[in-house]
């Protein structure tokens, strides 16, 4: 079963590829506190449609590029520009 996460598209400069931004929440284990940790995964878009702001859901792949393990499978809202 492949891994499945959501995340925010953080930057697009690339062609074919997206950085997307996933937050985790977890707990110290002594402590007890919550925290918040951020990672950055490249993803790969086939057809360049991703936009910065966009959630999207990135799956678990075969490796694409060197840095590139992931691939968007859908976009789960997009970022509405205000006029």
């Given at each position: ?42 993803a790969h878009d086939a057809d360049n449609s991703c936009q910065v702001g966009d959630v999207v859901e990135i799956i678990e ?23």
């Amino acid at each position: 079963m492949a891994r499945r996460m959501r995340g925010t598209v953080s930057s697009t400069k690339m062609d074919k590829t997206v950085v997307v931004t996933v937050e985790r929440v977890k707990e110290h284990p002594l402590y007890r506190k919550k925290y918040a940790v951020n990672t950055n995964f490249k993803a790969h878009d086939a057809d360049n449609s991703c936009q910065v702001g966009d959630v999207v859901e990135i799956i678990e792949s075969k490796p694409i590029s060197r840095d590139k393990r992931w691939v968007v499978e859908r976009k789960v809202s997009t970022k509405e520009l205000a006029q």
